[in-house]
């Protein structure tokens, strides 16, 4: 016997299926129902270059062969399209928020932090291709955007080759726009402070469109939509678009509290570390800086100054509240350089997550 006899069989070689390509979710958290499979029929509208509109059902797509799959309705012949002469493929049955089991008011799409306007410069020449979309996702192959529609419980799914445009632009969100307006300066925001006392009470809707809560489409059919003298931030937290939480933030700017855009504003991390970050989570709250005897905190609502004030860690300081949102809070949060003694092994995330107040 040869050793090549004694030797183990070679093992038999097994092609692995290809991963099944999806259609890519929406780029950011949301709870929503399951999409329709890729291989099953589904209702489309088809843009062509020369600007018609064709409705049909899509049957399937191939992205690395760049065709099309879709038929003009459920008994005409399939036929396949090359993308190339597709301007914009919409997929008419909409990813829609999950419904939830205690019948609540199911989750809204984020817009004011996510939807934008989009306009792509036509690869013909001709006309740009335009919408809003709450998120994107590009691939070598195109564009897939995500279209808010019914009140922003519902997507619509887009896909825009990538032989249709040349370049594409989206705008600022709604929480971009407010942002701008955020105080990033340490005196800016003594100046707020020092004027604090003096401003006119906002109305409720303009004070959420300051911190970026809502779009102006949002409000406006919230204000339509309100039942009788139902006030408008209790209609829109009836209708799943902001929090309770955030209306009182919102109200806490509409009595004149400053907003701090954390992302800007010059932390000083030796006053940050001033409260150990186990209480920093637990207050959702960050000291930003010392002026004389006080100390600026920013924090989601103003009442948990009260609670800061007794606390040994910010002792003798005067704790002085300003506004941030408590997502920001968060970032900022994670953000600093925290050394072993300060940060205390702490989770951020679990810690604002495991509390609604």
């Known amino acids: 016997m040869s050793d090549l006899d004694s030797l183990p069989p070679f093992p038999e070689l097994i092609d692995e299926p290809e991963e099944r390509w999806q259609w890519p979710a929406p780029p950011f958290d949301w709870q929503h129902g399951p999409a329709p499979d890729i291989g099953v029929a589904q209702p489309c509208r088809i843009e062509t270059p020369s600007g018609s509109l064709v409705e049909g059902e899509m049957l399937g797509i191939d992205l690395r062969a760049r065709t099309l799959q879709y038929r003009t309705g459920a008994q005409g012949t ?16 909409p ?12 989750e809204r799409v984020p817009a004011a932090e996510h939807e934008r306007s989009y306009c792509l410069a036509s690869a013909d020449g001709g006309s740009p291709i335009t919408g809003r979309s709450a998120g994107r996702v590009e691939t070598p192959e195109g564009l897939f955007l995500f279209t808010p529609i019914h009140d922003h419980d519902a997507l619509l799914r887009v896909f825009v080759p990538r032989t249709a445009y040349t370049s594409c632009e989206f705008g600022p969100t709604a929480h971009d726009t407010a942002a701008e307006r955020w105080i990033a300066t340490p005196a800016e925001l ?36 309100k039942k009788g003298d139902e006030p408008v931030g209790e209609a829109l937290v009836r209708s799943g678009v902001i929090t309770q939480g955030d209306l009182h933030t919102a109200i806490a700017h509409k009595m004149g509290y400053p907003l701090v855009d954390l992302s800007r504003f ?5 006053v940050a570390h001033k409260l150990p970050l186990r209480l920093a989570v637990k207050h959702r709250s960050l000291p930003i800086m010392i002026d004389k005897e006080r100390v600026i905190v920013a924090m989601d609502r103003p009442q948990r100054a009260v609670d800061l ?9 005067r704790v002085v509240p300003v506004l941030a949102p408590k997502s920001r809070v ?18 951020i995330r679990a810690g604002f997550d495991s509390t609604s107040s």
């Open 190 to 225: 003594l100046g707020a402070i020092a004027r604090q006392q003096h401003l006119p009470v906002l109305p409720i809707g303009q004070s959420l469109l300051d911190l970026g809560l809502v779009t102006p489409e949002q409000l406006q059919r919230a204000l339509t939509n």
């Open 330 to 347: 968060l970032l900022a949060l994670s953000g600093l350089p925290h050394h072993d003694g300060w940060s205390d092994n702490v989770s």
């Open 78 to 93: 399939p036929l396949t399209l090359p993308l190339a002469r597709v301007r914009r493929l919409t997929l008419a049955t």
């Open 266 to 270: 010059p932390i000083d991390p030796a």
């Open 309 to 317: 004030q007794s606390l040994y860690a910010l002792a003798p300081l």
């Open 95 to 106: 990813l829609r928020a999950q419904a939830l089991r205690d019948g609540g008011t199911p």
